[in-house]
C-alpha cells in the first residue's frame, strides 16, 4: 500500500515512539521539510504543545532555525491546534499524494527534441546552475546554502538525477527515488523561459520508461497548479497530510 510513509524522508530517523517519528539532516539544516517530527496522531492542543518543546529543544541543541510538523495521512488540524497556529504565526500547508502506472500515464504533446541524461560528473555543474535560479525565488540565501544539496544528491546511492537539454541547453531536471515497487519523482523543474513547451511531460515520459513495471509515486503542494497537470496526466490522488512550520 502506498501511503505518505512511502515518500523517501532525506534524513535520519533520530528517535521514534507511539507518537511521533523524529526527523535530522545534518547536511542540510536549511530544509525545513528534512528536519521534521512526524506525529502519528491527533493530539489535544496541550499535548501538541509537549511534542511542540521536544522537538524546539532538539532543534535548538542542533543548532536549528525552524520547527515544523506533519499531521499523520488524511487527518486534518483540530480547531483548537489551528488556533494556536494562527495565534504563534506558523505557516500551514496541504500536501497530497499521487500515483500512475507508467501504462496509465496520459502524456499530452511533449517536446520531441529534448535530450535526456542521468547527471554525471560532466552535467553536474550544468544541474546545479539551472537549479539555482529555480530556487532564487524562495531566496538567494537559502538558493546558496542548497548547492551543496545536489552534490550531496549525486553522492546518495537512493538517489538519480536526470537533466533534459533543448539545443545543448540545459532547460530542466528531475530526481528520481527508485525502490523495489515505486518510483518518486522528486524535484521536477523546468526554467521558467521553457516552461509550456512540453518538457515537463517530457521528463515524465523518460521517468515512465525507466519505471518499467514499477508505479510512479509523488507529492504535490496542495495550493499549487501542477497538481492539475499531474491529475489531467492520469495520476491518481492517494491522500493527503498537513503540516505546520515556523521560523526561530
Known sequence: MITFQSIHPHSTLVEENEFYRLYYNADAPYMYDYNCMYLKYQPTLEEFKLIEKIQLEFHEDMGLKHVKFYWPQDIGFSQPVLDYFIEQDYGVQLLELYAVHPRDFMGRNPHPDVQFEFVSEDSLSDFKQISYLQDLDIGKSFTDQKQSLYDLKFEDPFIRQ???????????????????????????????????????????????????????????????????????QNYIYLGFQAGAQKEL
Open 162 to 232: 536526470i537533466i533534459a537539454y533543448l539545443d545543448n541547453e540545459p532547460v530542466g531536471g528531475v530526481d528520481i527515488i527508485e525502490n523495489k515497487g515505486t518510483v518518486e519523482i522528486d524535484n521536477l523543474f523546468v526554467n521558467k523561459d521553457r516552461q509550456h513547451q512540453g518538457i515537463a511531460t517530457a521528463l515524465q515520459l523518460f521517468v515512465m520508461k525507466q519505471a518499467g513495471d514499477r508505479t510512479v509515486i509523488l507529492v504535490a503542494d496542495g495550493e499549487d497548479t501542477p497538481k492539475d497537470m499531474y491529475t489531467k
